[in-house]
C-alpha cells in the first residue's frame, strides 16, 4: 500500500533536526507569511521563560517548524529536578492522549484493506459491549458513541492513587465503565472518553490477531520510521527521558510520576515519544502520506479521519481520532506528570510539538495550552491556541476536583487533545 518511506528521505529530516537542535539561526521569512525570525524568536525565549516561572513549570521543550519558512525549537529548564538534567528534544516522554492518533490510525488501515467497516456495529466484531450493536467503529473513533468514561469512575481513581504502579488489563479497564449507564444514545452528541479508544485498541488486537504493540510497531511505527516512539507493555521508559512531576497522589503531594505504569491508559493514552518523532509523525497524521510520497492511509479515508464534526466547545472540531482547534490539526495529550501537544496548521504548513513535565496546572489550568498559547500568540496571532477548560484532555479527576469529560489528547495534553481531549493529570491518556 506504499506505506514506506525511503532512507533518504529519513537521513534528510534527520541533518535538519540535527541542525536545528544545534542552534543554528532560524532563515528570515518571507514577507507576508508566518516565519521565525531572530526577533520574533527572542520574543518567544521571552514568553515561555515568563510563563515557565509564573507556573512553576520545571521543565518545557517547544518545536515550531513552518516549511520552508524558518523554525523554531527550544528547550527550557530540567528534565529531572533531582540531577538538575536540561531537558532535550531527543528525550523520551509520555504523550497521553497523543496516543490516540496512533491507535485509530491502526483502525483505519484496517478499513484500507477491508477488515474492518467504519459504519459497522462494534458488536460485528467485539462481544461484551453495552449496546454495542448500536455503536458504530465511526463512533468510537469520533467520540459520539455515548459510553461511560472509566477514568471518571471513583472507584477506578481510588484504585489508581492507592498504587499508580498497577498494570491494568484492558478488560479491567473496561469493566469499570460497563458498570455505568450510557451517557447518551450514540450519534446523540460528542462527549470525550477513554472507554472508545481502549474498545478501538482490542478491535486491532481481535481483526489483526497481533498485539496492539506490535501491530503498531510494524504497520505505523516502522513505515513512518518513528523509532523512538512505542506503546510500552509496562511502566518502562527508554533512556534518556524526561522526568514527569504531578500532583495526582492521595496527599496532594508533588511527587516523580516517570515510572508509573500507563497501562490504566493503553490504547487511548500509554504511548512513548521524543519531539524530533512528533515532529515527523504530525505532518504525516495530518497528510496521510508519508514524507516520501508512500501512503499511510488512503485519501478517502483520510478524508474521512479529517471530517471534524462540532464537539459542543467553541472553535473545537474531531475528527477519528484527531482534534482541529482554530486551525490546528492532531491532538493533545495529559497524565500524571506529562502534557503534550502535537499539531499542524495547514494554513501556514506549520507544526508545532510542546512537551511539558508536570501536570500540575493549578490556576494556570493546562500547562501545555498555556505554553501553546503563548507562543501562538506570538507565531502565529491569527491561529491562536485558545482550548476551552471545559474541553480540556482529562482522562482522569483533578487531584482535588470532580471529573468532567474530557475533551482531546495524547494527547494529553496527553491528549488532545489538539483540539482536544487527551488523558490529562492523574490517569489521563
Same mark, same amino acid.
Given at each position: 500500500?506504499?506505506?514506506?518511506?525511503?532512507?533518504?528521505?529519513?537521513?534528510?529530516?534527520?541533518?535538519?533536526?540535527?541542525?536545528?537542535?544545534?542552534?543554528?539561526?532560524?532563515?528570515?521569512?518571507?514577507?507576508?507569511?508566518?516565519?521565525?525570525?531572530?526577533?520574533?524568536?527572542?520574543?518567544?525565549?521571552?514568553?515561555?521563560?515568563?510563563?515557565?516561572?509564573?507556573?512553576?513549570?520545571?521543565?518545557?521543550?517547544?518545536?515550531?517548524?513552518?516549511?520552508?519558512?524558518?523554525?523554531?525549537?527550544?528547550?527550557?529548564?530540567?528534565?529531572?529536578?533531582?540531577?538538575?538534567?536540561?531537558?532535550?528534544?531527543?528525550?523520551?516522554?509520555?504523550?497521553?492522549?497523543?496516543?490516540?492518533?496512533?491507535?485509530?490510525?491502526?483502525?483505519?488501515?484496517?478499513?484500507?484493506?477491508?477488515?474492518?467497516?467504519?459504519?459497522?456495529?462494534?458488536?460485528?466484531?467485539?462481544?461484551?459491549?453495552?449496546?454495542?450493536?448500536?455503536?458504530?467503529?465511526?463512533?468510537?473513533?469520533?467520540?459520539?458513541?455515548?459510553?461511560?468514561?472509566?477514568?471518571?469512575?471513583?472507584?477506578?481513581?481510588?484504585?489508581?492513587?492507592?498504587?499508580?504502579?498497577?498494570?491494568?488489563?484492558?478488560?479491567?479497564?473496561?469493566?469499570?465503565?460497563?458498570?455505568?449507564?450510557? %451517557?447518551?444514545?450514540? $450519534?446523540?452528541?460528542? @462527549?470525550?472518553?477513554?472507554?472508545? *479508544? =481502549?474498545?478501538?485498541? &482490542?478491535?486491532? +488486537?481481535?481483526?489483526?490477531?497481533?498485539?496492539?504493540?506490535?501491530?503498531?510497531?510494524?504497520?505505523?511505527?516502522?513505515?513512518?520510521?518513528?523509532?523512538?516512539?512505542?506503546?510500552?507493555?509496562?511502566?518502562?521508559?527508554?533512556?534518556?527521558?524526561?522526568?514527569?512531576?504531578?500532583?495526582?497522589?492521595?496527599?496532594?503531594?508533588?511527587?516523580?510520576?516517570?515510572?508509573?505504569?500507563?497501562?490504566?491508559?493503553?490504547?487511548?493514552?500509554?504511548?512513548?515519544?521524543?519531539?524530533?518523532?512528533?515532529?515527523?509523525?504530525?505532518?504525516?497524521?495530518?497528510?496521510?502520506?508519508?514524507?516520501?510520497?508512500?501512503?499511510?492511509?488512503?485519501?478517502?479515508?483520510?478524508?474521512?479521519?479529517?471530517?471534524?464534526?462540532?464537539?459542543?466547545?467553541?472553535?473545537?472540531?474531531?475528527?477519528?481520532?484527531?482534534?482541529?482547534? %482554530?486551525?490546528?490539526? $492532531?491532538?493533545?495529550? @495529559?497524565?500524571?506528570?506529562?502534557? *503534550? =501537544?502535537?499539531?499542524? &496548521?495547514?494554513? +501556514?504548513?506549520?507544526?508545532?510539538?510542546?512537551?511539558?513535565?508536570?501536570?500540575?496546572?493549578?490556576?494556570?489550568?493546562?500547562?501545555?495550552?498555556?505554553?501553546?498559547?503563548?507562543?501562538?500568540?506570538?507565531?502565529?496571532?491569527?491561529?491562536?491556541?485558545?482550548?476551552?477548560?471545559?474541553?480540556?484532555?482529562?482522562?482522569?479527576?483533578?487531584?482535588?476536583?470532580?471529573?468532567?469529560?474530557?475533551?482531546?489528547?495524547?494527547?494529553?495534553?496527553?491528549?488532545?487533545?489538539?483540539?482536544?481531549?487527551?488523558?490529562?493529570?492523574?490517569?489521563?491518556?
Amino acid at each position: 500500500m506504499g506505506r514506506y518511506r525511503t532512507p533518504t528521505v529519513l537521513a534528510a529530516a534527520s541533518l535538519l533536526l540535527t541542525a536545528l537542535c544545534a542552534g543554528q539561526a532560524p532563515a528570515a521569512a518571507p514577507p507576508g507569511r508566518a516565519g521565525i525570525d531572530p526577533a520574533t524568536a527572542e520574543q518567544l525565549d521571552d514568553a515561555i521563560t515568563a510563563a515557565m516561572r509564573k507556573a512553576g513549570i520545571p521543565g518545557v521543550g517547544v518545536g515550531l517548524w513552518i516549511d520552508g519558512d524558518g523554525s523554531y525549537v527550544r528547550t527550557f529548564g530540567t528534565a529531572d529536578k533531582a540531577t538538575g538534567t536540561p531537558i532535550k528534544t531527543d528525550m523520551h516522554t509520555r504523550i497521553g492522549s497523543v496516543t490516540k492518533t496512533f491507535a485509530i490510525t491502526g483502525v483505519l488501515q484496517l478499513v484500507d484493506d477491508g477488515k474492518v467497516r467504519l459504519d459497522a456495529p462494534i458488536s460485528t466484531y467485539l462481544d461484551g459491549v453495552p449496546g454495542g450493536d448500536r455503536i458504530t467503529v465511526r463512533q468510537l473513533a469520533d467520540m459520539r458513541s455515548g459510553l461511560y468514561n472509566y477514568t471518571e469512575d471513583p472507584r477506578w481513581t481510588a484504585a489508581f492513587k492507592a498504587d499508580p504502579h498497577r498494570a491494568w488489563t484492558p478488560q479491567e479497564l473496561l469493566d469499570f465503565a460497563f458498570a455505568h449507564p450510557a %451517557d447518551f444514545p450514540p $450519534g446523540a452528541r460528542w @462527549e470525550y472518553s477513554n472507554t472508545n *479508544t =481502549v474498545l478501538l485498541g &482490542l478491535l486491532v +488486537e481481535k481483526i489483526s490477531g497481533q498485539p496492539l504493540h506490535t501491530y503498531l510497531q510494524q504497520h505505523v511505527l516502522e513505515p513512518a520510521d518513528l523509532d523512538a516512539t512505542s506503546l510500552p507493555t509496562g511502566a518502562e521508559i527508554p533512556s534518556p527521558y524526561v522526568h514527569g512531576y504531578t500532583n495526582f497522589t492521595p496527599s496532594g503531594a508533588t511527587v516523580d510520576a516517570s515510572t508509573w505504569n500507563p497501562s490504566w491508559g493503553w490504547a487511548a493514552g500509554a504511548m512513548i515519544s521524543t519531539m524530533d518523532d512528533l515532529r515527523s509523525w504530525v505532518p504525516t497524521l495530518v497528510t496521510g502520506r508519508l514524507p516520501d510520497g508512500g501512503r499511510l492511509l488512503e485519501p478517502g479515508t483520510q478524508a474521512q479521519r479529517l471530517r471534524m464534526l462540532p464537539t459542543g466547545h467553541s472553535g473545537v472540531g474531531y475528527g477519528l481520532g484527531i482534534a482541529e482547534l %482554530d486551525g490546528w490539526i $492532531g491532538h493533545n495529550g @495529559e497524565l500524571p506528570g506529562y502534557e *503534550t =501537544v502535537a499539531v499542524r &496548521l495547514p494554513q +501556514e504548513r506549520a507544526t508545532m510539538v510542546i512537551v511539558v513535565n508536570s501536570d500540575v496546572d493549578g490556576k494556570f489550568g493546562s500547562l501545555s495550552s498555556l505554553i501553546a498559547n503563548t507562543v501562538t500568540e506570538i507565531a502565529t496571532p491569527e491561529h491562536v491556541w485558545s482550548l476551552p477548560s471545559a474541553a480540556q484532555p482529562n482522562t482522569v479527576p483533578e487531584p482535588s476536583t470532580t471529573a468532567t469529560a474530557p475533551s482531546p489528547s495524547s494527547s494529553s495534553p496527553s491528549a488532545p487533545s489538539t483540539p482536544i481531549p487527551a488523558p490529562t493529570p492523574a490517569p489521563s491518556s
